[in-house]
């Protein structure tokens, strides 16, 4: 097949949530239903020897979250599927958001039981803002949730969506008795406890069907009007309003009894699309373009800790990928090599032969690839959108063992590469500053650092609360600016300075007084602005 072909057979998604919907299980489930896993991992369950395939990190596995995303691949149905397990805590946020330029769908899983909640809705405004098509699967229909229309008409009004729902639930709870197919006018019938593929789900015919009359009297009354008023009084499945990000389509079902799994899965195939078009500043690059490009969204320390490697994750924009091409790093002009790229199954990795438009392949490399890098075969394109927000908290960071300082710097600016916490160098002083979103950030950073890289350290408490990238117009005024704070200038990951300060009157202040100083709080392209500033 030609690049053209391929690429309409991608479909890249991410699963984005509020924690403890059932991501990571209806993650475990669509691999299994893809035939990627014969068995799906335990999520709850975290005593026994099974995790969940997606979880890869010491403290996921401990305590049952995800905290990085994590890339599968798979084939279903003459497609290839490339599904990006998101973290659903709110102190990872930062990652989700880079993970959400690098997807042309989302899958958004809400609990019944709880509805709409903060996390969804952050995420959803990411997905809105880059009019990310959304389809919706309402889980854990096994257990006593609220009621569907009243689910269906929150999404509406919170989430400024329309819904259009695909499948209905029949009871809940102990009642639940399976969910009708809208579209095909049949009922799956829902059977607890199943841990491998279900080929032999039983299917009626009909709202009408006898067996349905005499199995499920007790609730089938209430789902007949329910559904008869869906089906009258909303919308039809709208194509272009779906890839506007504006209607979603919703599938009820319970990810860990492997129910409504499959429908979610036929539907990614069908309605999701395949890759468009990607923004540089340079150009909109198509994917059937020749020349191969793509851009890391995601870089990952430590994924084998026996061989202490960095993983960069690359989405491929446009053109063919093939094992042991050059590359060029758009951002420092040198060349790679890809003779050891990889394709993913969460933990699992293949070299990677060939891949196309929408696929993620990782390139192993020692810190030469960062964030927001765009690597093309020659051309100087710079995607766009990717991310980086200023912290919120902030810790200063120090090694008990004075022996492993230099393993703690180490471990500290690979972690900081990868995106899983900020990492500022003051100019005034040698203690590393931390910067997070949130709390759980420090805490996941103080267990990776003595379990990746032997490095016991403790946190103590800084004076600064915020933080703000700054640039200008004349480099010499950078400079003085520069001179003039560097009792509160630091130096990022990238190079790109910041100015720290303790509460916001202050940094007005600072502004008013320099206004020819621009301040960021967010930043994109790898610091690729910051760093040209200061090289004149």
Request: hydrophobic share 40%.
């Amino acid at each position: 097949m030609g690049i053209e072909q391929e690429a309409s057979r991608r479909r890249t998604f991410a699963i984005i949530s509020h924690p403890d919907a059932g991501k990571t299980t209806l993650t475990e489930k669509l691999l299994l239903y893809a035939g990627a896993i014969h068995i799906a991992g335990t999520v709850k369950a975290r005593k026994s020897s099974r995790h969940a395939t997606s979880d890869w990190m010491a403290i996921e596995k401990q305590r049952g979250i995800s905290v990085a995303s994590s890339v599968m691949q798979m084939e279903y149905r003459d497609c290839v599927i490339n599904l990006l397990d998101t973290p659903g805590h709110q102190d990872f946020s930062e990652d989700t958001y880079r993970v959400l330029t690098a997807v042309d769908a989302a899958l958004m899983v809400i609990d019944g039981g709880n509805g709409v909640e903060s996390q969804t809705l952050r995420l959803l405004e990411v997905c809105r803002a880059r009019q990310t098509p959304v389809i919706t699967f309402i889980n854990k229909l096994d257990r006593e949730v609220r009621e569907p229309l009243d689910l269906i008409e929150e999404i509406e009004n919170v989430l400024g969506m329309e819904t259009t729902p695909f499948s209905w639930p029949i009871g809940m709870g102990k009642q639940f008795g399976g969910v009708f197919d809208l579209r095909a006018n049949t009922m799956r019938v829902f059977r607890p406890g199943e841990d491998t593929r279900a080929e032999d789900l039983e299917v009626l015919e009909g709202l009408d069907h006898p067996e349905i009359e005499k199995r499920f009297a007790a609730v089938l009354p209430k789902a007949r009007q329910e559904i008869e008023l869906v089906q009258t009084a909303m919308p039809g499945f709208d194509r272009d309003a779906f890839l506007a990000g504006e209607q979603t389509p919703v599938f009820f079902g319970s990810a860990i009894n492997n129910f409504g799994v499959r429908e979610v899965l036929d539907a990614l195939v069908e309605l999701a699309p395949s890759p468009g078009p990607r923004t540089t500043l340079q150009r909109p690059v198509a994917p059937t373009e020749a020349k191969f490009s793509g851009v890391v969204f995601k870089v990952q320390a430590n994924m084998d800790p026996a061989h202490r490697d960095r993983i960069a994750f690359v989405r491929i924009c446009a053109g063919r990928f093939e094992r042991g091409m050059r590359l060029r790093i758009v951002r420092t002009g040198k060349d790679i090599r890809t003779g050891n790229a990889v394709s993913f199954l969460s933990q699992r990795r293949d070299l990677v032969e060939d891949a196309y438009p929408g696929d993620i392949v990782g390139i192993p490399n020692h810190g030469v690839l960062r964030l927001g890098d765009s690597l093309t075969e020659g051309e100087s394109l710079q995607f766009t959108g990717l991310p980086f927000f200023a912290p919120e908290m902030f810790r200063m960071v120090e090694v008990m063992d004075p022996m492993k300082a230099k393993q703690l710097r180490q471990g500290l600016m690979q972690l900081g590469e990868e995106g899983a916490i900020q990492v500022f160098r003051p100019l005034s002083s040698g203690a590393m500053l931390l910067g997070a979103v949130g709390q759980l950030q420090f805490e996941v950073v103080m267990h990776r650092l003595l379990e990746e890289y032997g490095v016991q350290a403790r946190l103590t408490h800084s004076k600064f609360t915020l933080a703000r990238w700054v640039t200008a117009n004349d480099a010499n005024e950078l400079k003085r600016f520069m001179n003039h704070n560097d009792y509160r200038m630091a130096m990022d990951v990238v190079n790109a300075p910041a100015i720290l300060a303790s509460h916001s009157t202050e940094l007005n202040l600072i502004q008013e007084k320099w206004p020819d100083i621009q301040f960021h709080a967010m930043r994109e392209h790898g610091g690729q602005v910051f760093t040209e500033a200061l090289a004149d």
